[in-house]
Structure formats: structure tokens, C-alpha cells
């Protein structure tokens, strides 16, 4: 597609149950970014892909979090067990890669409500 | 944690008047970006200014960058009521071997008609 596309836009689930968040960059971009963005704050890095692979996951707020990439392009997050903190829009963005980050295209987010 | 810090944290002008938000980070710098999200969407990348550059413009916004103070700015002239959203700051920095961008907290600009 011609833009960052993720999936579901909104999703409203229960305390407890699992949730799986799909990013799909676009084509040509190796890097992938997920970020947290809770109600009028700034956005939250949570996990950065380069390929397939995550060098840097430094920012998953608990184990209860996992992220993986296949083939170079969509990738999933996954929140199991989900709280009511967890409640936010969780933002992809692409890019190419490079030595140095440059611009980010974002997606629309999906926003999660935990009940 | 943050490493931008955006100031002021919401502004409210009339349409016409110039807008100035600032930004203040803590570590060094591959380049500072500055994006724009209106509400409920997603971020749109504005403008990136490297940390060789000092000043870059790009129609009505205008960037500065003093890497010595550690801070930007982002100027928008003869705003419109179109320019209402949140506007972000957005550092590229060496973090564990890896570069990544680190956002603000963003300033939430109001123009009124």
C-alpha cells in the first residue's frame, strides 16, 4: 500500500484476554517502530525492528508484551493478559534504514481499550 | 523515558500571529525532527534538521537547531486555523548501539479564527 497501514483502528477488550495489534509498513522500508501513545501524552517507544530481527526492545513495558516481524514487512503485537493501563493508541511507523534515523511515516494507530 | 521536552505545553493564538514552540533534549544528536498530529490521528513528519545544520525553512515553518544549548525550535508564521494540532519534537540518538528517535511530550497549538 501507499501508506503505514495498521489494524484493528479500535479494539475494546476485556481485563484478562489477550490482544494482537498488526502493523503493515510500507513496501521497501527495513525498519519498523512501535510506539505507546496514552491520552494527550507523548508517544512511548516500545520496540524497534531492523528486518526480522529487534535489536532494540527496550521500551515493552512488561513481559506481558512481544512483537515480532516476518519476511522483512508486517509485523504483530502482542499484549497477553491485558490491564487497564494498557489502555492507549499503540502507533507503527517505517522508515528506511540508515546510519541515522531519518523520517518516520506513521500509521493511523490503533487504539486499545481495556475494560 | 523522554528525551525532548517541549515548551510551552499548549498555546492558544489568533489566526495571523506566528507560533513558537521550543525544544530542549539532553544527549547528543544525530538530527532533531519535528512532526504534527492532529487529534486522533497519526504523526506527519514535518521537518528534520541535522546537527551540523544550524537553521532550515520549509514554506511557513521555520527550524532552529543550537546544538551547545541543546535545544530547537520551530517557528510557524501567519498561522491558520489548519495548523491546529499537536506539534512534536523528535531526537535521533545513540541509545545501546542503536539509533532511534525519542519524542516529547508535545505542545498542543490552538489557532483561532
Known amino acids: 500500500g501507499a501508506g503505514v497501514s495498521q489494524s484493528p483502528s479500535n479494539k475494546v477488550t476485556e481485563k484478562g484476554k489477550d490482544v494482537e495489534l498488526r502493523c503493515d509498513p510500507i513496501?521497501?522500508?527495513?525498519?519498523l517502530y512501535w510506539y505507546r501513545q496514552s491520552l494527550g501524552q507523548g508517544l512511548e517507544f516500545l520496540i524497534y525492528f531492523q528486518g526480522n530481527s529487534a535489536p532494540d526492545k527496550s521500551g515493552l513495558p512488561s513481559d506481558r508484551f512481544s512483537a515480532e516481524r516476518t519476511g522483512g514487512s508486517v509485523s504483530t503485537l502482542t499484549i497477553q493478559r491485558t490491564q487497564q493501563e494498557d489502555s492507549a493508541v499503540y502507533l507503527c511507523?517505517?522508515?528506511?534504514?540508515?546510519?541515522?534515523?531519518?523520517?518516520?511515516?506513521f500509521g493511523e494507530g490503533s487504539r486499545l481499550t481495556v475494560l | 523515558s523522554q528525551q525532548g521536552e517541549e515548551d510551552p505545553q499548549a498555546l492558544s493564538i489568533q489566526e495571523g500571529e506566528n507560533a513558537t514552540m521550543n525544544c530542549s533534549y539532553k544527549?547528543?544528536?544525530?538530527?532533531l525532527q519535528w512532526y504534527r498530529q492532529n487529534s486522533g490521528r497519526g504523526l506527519v513528519h514535518l521537518i528534520l534538521i541535522r546537527s551540523n545544520e544550524r537553521e532550515k525553512h520549509s514554506g511557513r515553518l521555520r527550524v532552529t537547531l543550537d546544538t551547545s544549548k541543546k535545544s530547537s525550535s520551530l517557528l510557524i508564521t501567519a498561522s491558520r486555523a489548519a495548523d491546529t494540532a499537536s506539534y512534536f519534537c523528535a531526537t535521533d540518538t545513540l541509545y545501546g548501539g542503536y539509533n532511534k528517535l525519542i519524542f516529547g511530550a508535545g505542545t498542543r497549538l490552538a489557532v483561532h479564527p
Open positions: 513496501s521497501g522500508h527495513t525498519a
Open positions: 511507523a517505517s522508515s528506511f534504514t540508515g546510519s541515522n534515523t531519518g523520517e518516520l511515516f
Open positions: 544527549t547528543s544528536i544525530n538530527n
